[in-house]
């Protein structure tokens, strides 16, 4: 319900800035032309329960937005708590060092933001922290259906088109947007066979070395998803 009224009491605010250059601007370059563009759509703001995103083009912009909608709310009867605000922005953004001053505050910059629980960075450097961000939520929800992953009741196909289901669904949420690297790709897939080889019970024998132990158990696991026609992990 406070998401259904935060957008009725933004409406306002987004008419006024339909009317300037505000806004983040879709673009796509005219056909046969290498130079002209035409704008598909201008975007101001997305609205989450009670989180509010706002996009623009420059840090200006992006100050000029951010201290009206703080003015429009408290109009509305409502504070915004600028200590709770953020923001980013991708290499084609100027003038970082600026920074953004609203009512005399900082609004602090960073690297990466959680946006309904995934990671959102423009830093390469950045990126291992959104998949290993996805990776924790997905260890979180095996441990959430280990005792169904683990019944040997269900079909070892079964369990493991689960596990595809529930926990590389949680680990590649968000990721689609993400550019991985090679090395990081490979990283997804050695998680996700980790948690084939758990799910499946593959215990290593007393006194079994423990490294021929966990080639063999990660081949099984690797042959098992492929007869049970789940694909790997890391290669979407």
């Known amino acids: 319900l406070f998401g259904g009224w935060l957008e009725w009491a933004l409406a306002p605010l987004?008419?006024?800035?339909?009317?300037?250059?505000?806004?983040?601007?879709?673009?796509?370059?005219?056909?046969?032309?290498?130079?002209?563009?035409e704008t598909l759509e201008v975007i101001f703001a997305l609205v989450f329960a009670d989180d509010i995103y706002l996009t623009t083009d420059t840090v200006e912009h992006a100050e000029q937005m951010l201290t009206q909608l703080a003015a429009h709310l408290q109009a509305e009867g409502m504070n915004l708590n600028i200590k709770k605000c953020f923001w980013t922005g991708n290499a084609f953004v100027s003038n970082k060092d600026k920074g953004i001053i609203v009512r005399?505050?900082?609004?602090?910059?960073?690297?990466?933001?959680?946006?309904?629980?995934?990671?959102?960075?423009?830093?390469?450097?950045?990126?291992?922290v959104a998949m290993k961000h996805r990776v924790g939520k997905a260890w979180g929800a095996y441990s959430l259906y280990?005792?169904?992953?683990?019944d040997r009741v269900l079909t070892t196909s079964g369990r493991l088109r689960l596990l595809r289901a529930?926990?590389?669904?949680?680990?590649?949420?968000?990721?689609?947007?993400?550019?991985?690297?090679?090395?990081?790709?490979?990283?997804?897939?050695?998680?996700?066979?980790?948690?084939?080889?758990?799910?499946?019970?593959?215990?290593?024998?007393?006194?079994?070395?423990?490294?021929?132990?966990?080639?063999?158990?990660?081949?099984?696991?690797?042959?098992?998803?492929?007869?049970s026609g789940v694909p790997e992990l890391g290669r979407y």
């Not at 987004?14 to 563009?37: C, I, M, V, Y």
């Not at 690297?111 to 309904?116: A, F, G, I, P, R």
């Open 14 to 37: 987004l008419a006024k800035w339909k009317d300037t250059d505000l806004g983040f601007r879709l673009r796509q370059k005219l056909a046969g032309s290498s130079q002209e563009e």
């Open 166 to 227: 529930t926990v590389a669904s949680t680990a590649t949420y968000g990721l689609e947007t993400v550019p991985l690297t090679k090395k990081q790709r490979d990283s997804l897939s050695a998680f996700f066979t980790a948690a084939a080889v758990s799910a499946m019970r593959i215990r290593r024998r007393p006194r079994e070395a423990w490294v021929a132990w966990s080639i063999q158990a990660r081949r099984t696991a690797k042959q098992a998803l492929a007869s």
């Open 104 to 128: 005399g505050e900082a609004v602090p910059f960073c690297e990466h933001l959680v946006v309904l629980g995934s990671a959102v960075t423009f830093s390469a450097a950045e990126r291992e």
């Open 146 to 150: 280990k005792k169904d992953l683990q």
